[in-house]
Structures are given as structure tokens and as C-alpha cells.
Nanobody, 129 residues
Framework: QVQLVESGGGLVQAGGSLTLSCAAS????????MAWFRQAPGKEREFVAA????????NYRDSVKGRFTISRDNAKNTVSLQMNSLKPEDTAVYYC??????????????????????WGQGTQVTVSS
């Protein structure tokens, strides 16, 4: 069982930056592939970024490539999302998600929402124009 708590959301002007953090409780955090998803009002929850169990592999949706960076610290049980050059279309509730990837290899990750086992409560990011 993993519990996820996001933090770091807020209001920022277009072009600004925010860093989201997700703290995971429970054992064996390094077994979990992690990801960030987001959901804007009236829209489906969509994939943003994912990172493998070891942190050695990452994947991003096209619209955030070059602007967002996902990272993890397995010693601290945390995963972060650094967001730069924010745009109004990035406005959404951002969710942290975890998938038990054992016994897959250290480069395992997935972009599919249905694959994730655990979700945080979300943190609001609002980008003003």
C-alpha cells in the first residue's frame, strides 16, 4: 500500500515556473514506477510525465517536452515535477501516481492511466495569461 501526497501547486503568470512534489509513504518506493497526470475542467485526465523505478528512464507528453522535468529521490521517497515556461493551457489539477513495477526491470515505466495503482489527491496549478 502506498499513500501519495502532492504539494507545490499555486497561481503563476505565464512564463513562470513551479515545482510540484509528491511524497510517498509505505515500503519499497523503489519498486514503483511514478508519473504525473493532469486534469483540466471538463477534460479527461491526461498523462504528463513518467519516470522508471530507477529514475534512469523518463517519458513526457509532447506539449511539455523541453519545459517539464520529472525526477525522483528513492532515498527520500519523493518524485518531483519541475515546470518551466508555463502556459495558460497547463492549468489543471496535477496528480501523482504510482505503479508497482516488480518484477519488471529498472527501466520500466508506463504512460497509461489505467496501469497505475495508487493516486494522490491532486494539487491545483493555475497559469494566468
Amino acid at each position: 500500500q502506498v499513500q501519495l501526497v502532492e504539494s507545490g501547486g499555486g497561481l503563476v503568470q505565464a512564463g513562470g515556473s513551479l515545482t510540484l512534489s509528491c511524497a510517498a509513504s509505505g515500503r519499497l518506493f523503489s519498486w514503483y514506477a511514478m508519473a504525473w497526470f493532469r486534469q483540466a475542467p471538463g477534460k479527461e485526465r491526461e498523462f504528463v510525465a513518467a519516470i522508471s523505478t530507477s529514475g534512469g528512464s523518463t517519458n513526457y507528453r509532447d506539449s511539455v517536452k523541453g519545459r517539464f522535468t520529472i525526477s525522483r529521490d528513492n532515498a527520500k521517497n519523493t518524485v518531483s515535477l519541475q515546470m518551466n515556461s508555463l502556459k495558460p493551457e497547463d492549468t489543471a489539477v496535477y496528480y501523482c501516481a504510482a505503479k508497482n513495477a516488480f518484477p519488471s526491470g529498472s527501466h520500466y515505466l508506463t504512460t497509461q492511466r489505467k496501469e497505475y495503482d495508487y493516486w494522490g489527491q491532486g494539487t491545483q496549478v493555475t497559469v494566468s495569461s
